[in-house]
């Protein structure tokens, strides 16, 4: 079999090379690790396996292979600095593995990779090297006896490079990697040049096999672990560097699609060396935003958002410089292309929208950033930027410290960190001062020294409680009086705080002298405190009161709540067992649900779902609560989501043999008490997220109202009687294009004409023409137009077209006939557009670009007009299209 070529055909026959041998292929999973908040990102190909390796989870099978998508930005595992300078780092890639869960071991780890390096993928076994742990005996065995690697090629390192730990303690054990020899040519200055000794480009890591056979106790001992396990990593794009025969992973074809695509939108040719960083720092950072967008990760302030904002950004910034600042959505759809048939999720076109989005904010903000940040920058003393002022640029204009950083060491200054971090706690504690003050949320120490509070409010919606403790606007108190507002904890309580998406309840307290309003209900620190405002008398610790929940809200949050759950599995059973909840809300009057899919939903599917929730509502099914170890539930086929953590005791609402969940949220005691359920809006709130809005019960009913209400109006405004309002409509939409087609034809009718003015009035050398002027335009696209009416009369020589719209200005240079090979249309728009502040490029035969200030435009005619005159005149130059150009001028 002939060694693959393409990266696509890399991934495919190592998935295939070990399902052959018993593996079970399993899709990569999400950027965003699943239950687990120690990692920011999927980095590597076991995070998805992790649970299974501590023994915590099992799966059907033993042998596992995966093509994983991973991202190392942010946290410990951050490449983002070295991204663009170096031919290896990058922000995404994807990591190849195979998996043994407590079934082979070393020999056939080691037996499968050789095979696959040496006889899959044809690699010179003689250009390989082993490294082991220096003190696995076995595996430096092995190498020889399986794979007939000679002694001299299996290097021994110490623990920092060969030996692998998940954590401080838990299961570890000993690795052992593949590096290729790439030659001579490759070798550094150094005395010795050889793998575990330099880091230079000729030894290059190729795959790394762990063998987990070790649990570490608290105090460092190591004992066996029962079941040996495998983890292997090989990335895709340093393998396909190999076999493709090149020197840079960005010289693959998993990046030159988008090396070509930012040559065609930039005008400029792309440089191998350190002038192709922005490049290559483009093209990297498009994946990265591409993929972690798909799978739901939204730029933000925080967290994972922060990282992708800071990927995003450091992108733009850099587009900014060789570009218009928008090269990174306009890459996004390029990486659909070329990841699109491993990875579907990123051809959602919401993608390329939200990134857009992105470059607009940080573009404004780049304007109003760099102007404050020269101010702030003269005000440097000895060197350093003060922390305060890189606050304030964070603070009032959202300019992210980081790039206060790289700009002020652009100019030879370093910023005051400290000053900066001092600064923003000092916010962040006006902040929560700010909170308190306006009865916000409470410290968990402030609750935690009273008992979690009773919830009774599943069986019984009033009851007589205790006021265990009062909270104002500054803290603990001894009272409450009439016409303040604060927190109160109850012993025991019927209000449900909010959770699971559900809203907290509303209610009253009452005593022989006292009213309250419970205003909302939230929990801290495992304890329901209600807000409170006192309508009369006063609310003391130690006050007997009568709470009842406002019992209309709450059954409307409990058919809401049960509705959902049937929602969720209606989604699942007509889209597919994919769908799974990523949000929601639970109100009285409506719900709302957020649910992993990658298109929107269609008219059939809505209607579909519909159906499907109203047979079970209509069926009457009982809701059964009940109480299961979390393993038995999970058996049981419960849904359960990962970024929730749940006891060993799970409570389990289940909607007949529908719909079965983990929730401790309120129900209906059957599904019928919902009323019905329809669905009122289907929108995208990010790449693969979908939100569906619904209401139930008497909302159902006050929606249809809603409709005919529209209906009615929609009928009067279009002068038409019930029942032909689509016809009325889609006749005046039939005016209307005829409207717009009539106009359409008149303005290229019109343009055509501003061509023949312009060709009426050109200058002429024998046969070589220049066509020039200022054409009244409604778009950058008219004077495209201009240009291809021009090119229908079939000319030699070139036409330099401007035109502005209020703000607005273009040029546009376009060159035919024998004109070709003096005049290169690009370079000529880049030069006239230099000498008055403004952009452009293009092709020798087009170029185009814009005008900063409109009122310079004639000045940028004038300068085109004069470059093309000279280069027209000068005799024909040898050499080709650009060359003659610069020559001739």
Not at 124 to 144: G, I
Not at 433 to 457: I, K, L, N
Not at 525 to 553: C, N, Q, T, W, Y
Request: proline share 4%.
């Amino acid at each position: 079999m002939a060694p693959p070529v393409t990266s696509a055909e890399i991934r495919r026959r190592f998935l295939d090379f070990f399902a052959q041998r018993g593996h079970t292929v399993v899709p990569s999973s999400s950027l965003v690790p699943a239950g687990d908040p120690t990692l920011l990102f999927t980095n590597a190909g076991m995070v998805q396996f992790k649970d299974v390796f501590l023994g915590l989870e099992a799966r059907p099978y033993r042998r596992a292979v995966t093509a994983q998508k991973a991202v190392r930005a942010g946290g410990k595992h951050n490449d983002l600095d070295e991204v663009g300078r170096t031919a290896r780092h990058h922000t995404f890639f994807e990591m190849l593995g195979n998996f043994s869960f407590g079934d082979y071991f070393k020999r056939e780890a080691i037996d499968y990779a050789w095979t696959f390096l040496t006889r899959e993928l044809g690699l010179d076994p003689s250009r390989l090297w082993v490294t082991v742990y220096e003190d696995d005996d076995e595996a430096r065995a092995l190498w020889q006896e399986v794979a007939s690697v000679p002694a001299d090629r299996i290097v021994g390192l110490g623990a920092k490079d060969n030996f692998w730990q998940m954590a401080d303690t838990g299961p570890c054990g000993p690795c052992s990697e593949v590096h290729i020899d790439r030659g001579e040519a490759y070798r550094c200055a150094a005395p010795v040049c050889a793998v575990g000794v330099c880091g230079c480009d000729r030894w290059l890591e190729l795959w790394n096999l762990v063998f987990m056979q070790f649990d570490r106790a608290p105090n460092g001992a190591l004992s066996p672990l029962p079941r040996p396990s495998i983890d292997t990593g090989m990335g895709l794009e340093r393998i396909a560097s190999i076999l493709q025969g090149v020197d840079s992973n960005y010289d693959t074809d998993l990046f030159t699609p988008l090396i070509r695509a930012l040559e065609d939108m930039t005008g400029r040719p792309y440089d191998r060396g350190p002038g192709g960083f922005a490049f290559r720092v483009l093209a990297d950072h498009a994946r990265s935003a591409t993929f972690l967008v798909a799978d739901g990760v939204l730029p933000a302030n925080e967290g994972r958002g922060y990282v992708l904002r800071r990927i995003m950004r450091r992108a733009i910034r850099i587009a900014r410089e060789v570009g218009d600042g928008h090269e990174l959505s306009r890459l996004v759809p390029v990486v659909a292309e070329v990841m699109g048939d491993a990875y579907p999720e990123v051809r959602d076109g919401a993608i390329a929208d939200q990134v857009r989005a992105e470059e607009d904010r940080f573009l404004a903000t780049l304007d109003a950033g760099n102007a404050r940040f020269d101010e702030v920058a003269a005000r440097a003393r000895d060197g350093v930027v003060r922390g305060e002022d890189v606050f304030q640029l964070y603070d009032t204009f959202g300019f992210p410290p980081d790039l206060t950083e790289e700009l002020a060491q652009a100019r030879g200054l370093r910023v005051d960190r400290e000053g900066f971090e001092a600064a923003m706690a000092r916010q962040r504690e006006r902040a929560r001062r700010a909170r308190a003050g306006a009865g916000g949320s409470f410290a968990p120490e402030q609750v935690t020294a009273y008992p979690e509070s009773r919830f009774v409010g599943y069986e019984q919606l009033e009851t007589t409680a205790e006021v265990v403790a009062v909270w104002d606007a500054h803290g603990p108190a001894d009272r409450l009086e009439a016409g303040e507002r604060g927190r109160v904890l109850l012993e025991p309580t019927p209000f449900y705080a909010e959770g699971g998406g559900q809203v907290g309840d509303r209610g009253v307290l009452m005593g022989l002298d006292t009213e309250a309003a419970v205003l909302d209900t939230q929990k801290t620190a495992g304890r329901h405190l209600s807000e409170v405002e006192v309508v009369r008398g006063s609310l003391r610790p130690g006050d007997r009161v009568l709470a009842r929940v406002d019992r209309a809200r709450r059954e409307g949050a409990m058919r809401n709540h049960t509705g959902t759950h049937i929602l969720h599995q209606a989604l699942r059973e007509v889209l597919g067992s994919h769908v799974r909840q990523t949000g929601s809300l639970v109100a009285p009057d409506r719900l709302r649900f957020d649910f992993a899919h990658p298109r929107p939903l269609s008219a059939e599917e809505i209607e579909a779902v519909e159906d499907l929730c109203n047979a079970k509502i209509l069926a009457d099914l009982e809701v059964t609560i009940s109480q299961h170890p979390l393993e038995e539930a999970r058996r049981l086929g419960a849904l359960m989501f990962f970024d929730e953590k749940y006891g060993d005791t799970v409570r389990v609402v289940s909607v007949g043999d529908f719909s079965r969940e983990l929730c401790g949220g309120t129900h209906c005691r059957r599904s019928g008490q919902i009323g019905g359920l329809k669905i009122v809006s289907e929108t995208g709130i990010g790449a693969g997220v979908r939100r569906v809005e619904a209401v139930t019960g008497l909302g159902v009913l006050a929606y249809a109202r809603a409709l005919e209400g529209t209906r009615r109006a929609v009928a009067e405004a279009l002068g038409a009687r019930a029942g032909e309002e689509e016809a009325k409509a889609r006749q005046l939409r039939e005016e209307l294009d005829e409207a717009r087609q009539a106009l359409a034809r008149a303005e290229r009718e019109r343009l055509g004409r501003e061509a023949e003015r312009l060709t009426a009035g050109a200058e002429r050398w024998g046969a070589l023409t220049l066509a020039a002027g200022e054409v009244q335009v409604a778009s950058a696209g008219d004077l495209r137009a201009v240009v291809d009416a021009w090119r229908e009369t079939g000319p030699d020589g070139v036409l330099v077209a401007g035109g502005r719209r209020g703000d607005w200005a273009g040029l546009v240079v376009a060159v035919a006939g024998a004109a070709q090979g003096r005049v290169d249309a690009g370079a000529l728009v880049r030069d006239a557009l230099a000498e008055v502040g403004g952009r452009g490029g293009g092709q020798p035969r087009l170029g185009q670009g814009g005008v900063s200030d409109p009122e310079r435009l004639s000045q940028a005619l004038a300068a085109a007009v004069g470059r093309a005159r000279a280069l027209l005149r000068a005799p024909a130059a040898v050499g080709g299209e650009g060359k003659g150009a610069r020559r001739a001028e």
